[in-house]
């Protein structure tokens, strides 16, 4: 048809990462194998909305680069760092559709978020702008939860390994130059009381 723009699909992948690990890893690479996703935008939280203890901003960036920016049209963005304040995700969402017009979003959530989705603010709207894109989650069972499922690892299980120095369990978890990361700049060496995945 002419004078019809098609619009680029891209796939909105926010989370903590705190830190990021195999899972998110792969997360990224099931939405790009298996959906019209063609750019993954992936959006480390600036300042967590419930005041949860982080990681510093800067480790969380620099780990999600390490974990996924290598992968073929995945970007790791600091639009919430540049947005300020507390992470709200309807306030990116409003945001990136008004500086990128051309994009049909999608918003990549897992099946655990799902779960959630009724607790989150103005949840209707976020579905309306970036309709979900649902990934399963080894352990969560549901008819409407995709088969495709991602291996069950958390942050929160990560963190542990690192606060009782189980490096071989960590080996598992996190992406390899992640973990040097996190041991070269003393990240999570003591469970901070309040963190979040």
């Known amino acids: 048809m002419s004078g019809v723009t098609e619009k680029t699909v891209v796939g909105i992948f926010g989370g903590s990462f705190n830190p990021p690990h195999v899972a998110h890893v792969l ?3 099931l939405v790009l194998c298996t959906s019209d996703v063609a750019r993954l935008l992936v959006i480390p939280t600036f300042q967590h909305p419930f005041a949860k203890l982080l990681a510093p901003y ?3 960036v620099r780990m999600t680069e390490l974990a996924m920016g290598w992968l073929p049209r995945v970007e790791v963005s600091r639009v919430e760092q540049e947005l300020g304040g507390e992470s709200k995700t309807l306030r990116t969402l409003e945001h990136l559709q008004k500086l990128y ?10 099946a655990d978020l799902v779960l959630e989705a009724p607790k989150w603010f ?16 080894s352990g969560l069972d549901g008819p409407e939860l995709p088969t495709a499922q991602l291996p069950g690892v958390s942050s929160t299980e990560v ?8 490096w071989d369990d960590l080996a598992q978890l996190v992406p390899r130059d ?3 990361h996190i041991r070269a700049h003393g990240l999570y060496a003591k469970p901070a009381a309040g963190a979040v995945p």
Do not use: K
Not at 159 to 166: F, K, L, T
């Open 58 to 60: 800067e480790d969380r």
């Open 101 to 110: 017009p051309s994009w049909s979003m999608r918003l990549v959530m897992g």
């Open 159 to 166: 963190r542990a390994a690192i606060a009782a120095q189980r």
């Open 122 to 137: 103005a949840f209707d709207r976020i579905r309306e702008i970036a309709p979900p894109l649902v990934l399963g989650r």
């Open 178 to 180: 992640v973990a040097a």
């Open 27 to 29: 997360a990224a690479t």
